[in-house]
């Protein structure tokens, strides 16, 4: 198939411990793309309402698409898809580094893992050849030291792993995939899944090419994105990584303080944002394969010797759910708190909200030292946090709680904890407040895999990074909720197809816009789509995975967002400000997208983006 897919994805089945290589035809691909989509069409054909995430029953979906036939920026990214042990619904989650790139060249366009081994295993995906190896010796490392010692023993230096840490061995609901040791797939506890298979790793290793339609556009293509990408980010993305916006998100009221009960931070922010965090980590950009931004950061922390570590440093959302939504505001701390969260095999964002969580029940005595085993949560306790992410990540003592997620959480604390309980369907809000970019609150009400802050995005039209094909053509006033169903709609659709293709949402922020993705598209597989066509598999996709959640049992009752984002702040830049109506916004939202009453798509609206 010279048209950027090999037309193969690899099915394991762990507990016979079979494999084999199934042909998928170019139609699929030209329905659902690849990444999300195809992970969203063998969970609604395969993964049954009554099956549990943890089930052997349960898949999960390592989907690239025809984007990891370049060598294009953005293009080094995989998406996993699972049913979430957090939610019980449609599981989505995306990382970076080299793994996608080296997966592809090995003949596959997916992998799709089922059943359960009865004892720890990895696999080895070398050239097509597959095995399943005993990675018995490798359970109870950390993700790194596994990565490393897989690696070794394979002895295939240039290969590229994802894997698990103790976190996912754990089966704690939140852990996530770690790949290269770079970049995390953090959301939703695909980790978990992987471990409640006894699958520790994939290792991969390829020197095959697949061939695309017109590659001497595709290379014109690739060289002219890049150059614009890497100049629009030169002085921010690149030079501080996603620290660069932690203070004004702070400023802006995005960011959560004090897990959500608060308002303004500023002194913190100052500590843990950049340029204080560039200067203080030695950090230094580390890219994906291909990447002209870099926007991870390489840090490096010598002293004091509790917090001494080196290797990937803490993202935003990182920063802003361990340090702002916690009050705590000592960077080298939090640069040990993420690198454990990422051995561990941790999603920060989760970590971040239950400790957050925790320290709010504490204070308001919903919970005392009893309950806790002793611990003091006070806030911004640097010894207490790293204790606790020590017990989630191994199940032991008050950290067993957070294991199942926050629902069942702060069932065992109590009705008041429901309450403060920050999250949509089971997935803790990410570092992005409603209150301050209405728009946000349909996006995380009727995302589908939960609260999800890249799985929409539309705040960004706030901000100037637009879509105007799409007919978002002008900046959008943060609190205004007229008219948030269409920008919602568009950048979820936007969010989907980069997440099918697959393809990093940052290269927007470099000026990559819809019309450079799809002549990127079309030179790659000669399809020859023109923008309504591009844009109507966005909605495909995104309406396939909701036809998932409808089976899994979400309704209309499910969109809704927590009470706490709904009560106004009282000072800074979002004082007496909330979201208030955006249940009728809802209302516009569904009759734009074609459901019913009820959250359901309609007959009508199947057949019109093909999906009867």
């Not at 792993?161 to 790949?179: K, P």
């Not at 697949?210 to 060289?223: C, G, S």
Request: proline share 3%; hydrophobic share 40%; charged share 25%.
């Amino acid at each position: 198939m010279a048209n950027g897919y090999w037309g193969k994805v690899l099915r394991v089945d762990l507990t016979s411990h079979k494999t084999n290589s199934e042909n998928v035809p170019e139609e699929v691909w030209k329905q659902v793309l690849g990444g999300g989509g195809y992970g969203a069409k063998i969970l609604y054909e395969e993964v049954d309402e009554n099956v549990h995430a943890f089930d052997p029953d349960n898949r999960i979906i390592f989907g690239l698409g025809p984007f990891q036939a370049s060598k294009q920026t953005g293009a080094a990214k995989f998406v996993a898809v699972t049913k979430s042990p957090l939610t019980g619904i449609f599981g989505e989650t995306a990382a970076g580094a080299d793994w996608a790139i080296e997966l592809k060249q090995t003949g596959y366009d997916a992998i799709i893992v089922q059943g359960k081994s009865e004892s720890p295993v990895f696999l080895w995906i070398n050239d097509g050849v597959v095995e399943i190896k005993d990675a018995k010796n490798y359970w109870g490392m950390d993700s790194y030291f596994s990565s490393d010692a897989i690696i070794k023993d394979i002895d295939e230096k240039s290969a590229k792993i994802v894997s698990i840490g103790q976190a996912g061995e754990n089966m704690v609901s939140f852990a996530c995939i770690v790949a290269d040791k770079h970049s995390f797939g953090g959301r939703c506890g695909i980790g978990a899944v992987m471990g409640s298979k006894n699958l520790k790793a994939i290792a991969v290793k390829g020197t095959q090419v697949v061939a695309v339609n017109d590659p001497d556009r595709l290379k014109m293509l690739t060289k002219e994105i890049g150059k614009k990408v890497a100049q629009n980010t030169k002085d921010w993305l690149r030079k501080d990584g996603t620290a660069s916006i932690l203070e004004g998100s702070v400023e802006t009221g995005d960011a959560p303080v004090k897990y959500w009960s608060g308002d303004v931070w500023p002194e913190g922010a100052k500590k843990i944002g950049s340029p204080a965090y560039t200067e203080t980590l030695n950090a230094k950009p580390n890219s994906c394969k291909f990447c002209t931004i870099g926007c991870h950061r390489h840090i490096k922390v010598d002293s004091p010797a509790e917090y001494a570590m080196e290797g990937p440093g803490p993202e935003y959302e990182s920063l802003a759910m361990l340090g702002s939504c916690c009050l705590m505001d000592d960077v080298k701390a939090l640069a040990k708190m993420n690198d454990l969260c990422n051995r561990y095999g941790l999603d920060t964002i989760s970590t971040g909200a239950f400790l957050g969580f925790c320290m709010e029940c504490y204070e308001k005595g919903i919970i005392s030292s009893k309950d806790t085993d002793g611990l003091d949560l006070q806030w911004g306790d640097k010894d207490v946090m790293i204790t606790l992410i020590h017990q989630i990540a191994m199940r032991e003592g008050f950290g067993k709680v957070a294991c199942s997620g926050i629902i069942n959480a702060a069932k065992i604390f109590g009705e008041r904890a429901i309450e403060i309980a920050a999250h949509v369907k089971g997935l803790d809000i990410p570092a992005h407040d409603p209150r301050a970019y209405y728009s946000i609150a349909v996006n995380y009400a009727t995302s589908s895999t939960g609260a999800h802050h890249e799985r929409g995005n539309p705040q960004v039209a706030s901000m100037g990074f637009l879509l105007p094909e799409a007919g978002i053509d002008k900046e959008i006033d943060r609190f205004e909720l007229e008219n948030t169903e269409f920008l919602t709609a568009r950048y979820q659709d936007y969010a989907t197809l980069t997440n099918a293709l697959v393809h990093c949402k940052f290269m927007l922020f470099g000026g990559m816009t819809l019309s450079d993705l799809l002549d990127t598209l079309n030179a790659i597989t000669g399809w020859n789509w023109n923008m309504d066509d591009f844009l109507i598999a966005g909605e495909r996709i995104f309406t396939l995975q909701r036809l998932v959640n409808n089976k899994y049992g979400i309704t209309r009752k499910d969109d809704i967002l927590p009470k706490k984002l709904l009560v106004p702040g009282q000072s800074g830049s979002r004082a007496q400000k909330a979201p208030i109506g955006y249940e009728s916004v809802l209302e516009k939202y569904y009759e734009l997208r074609g459901w019913d009453a009820f959250g359901r798509p309609t007959e009508k609206k199947l057949l019109e983006i093909g999906l009867m």
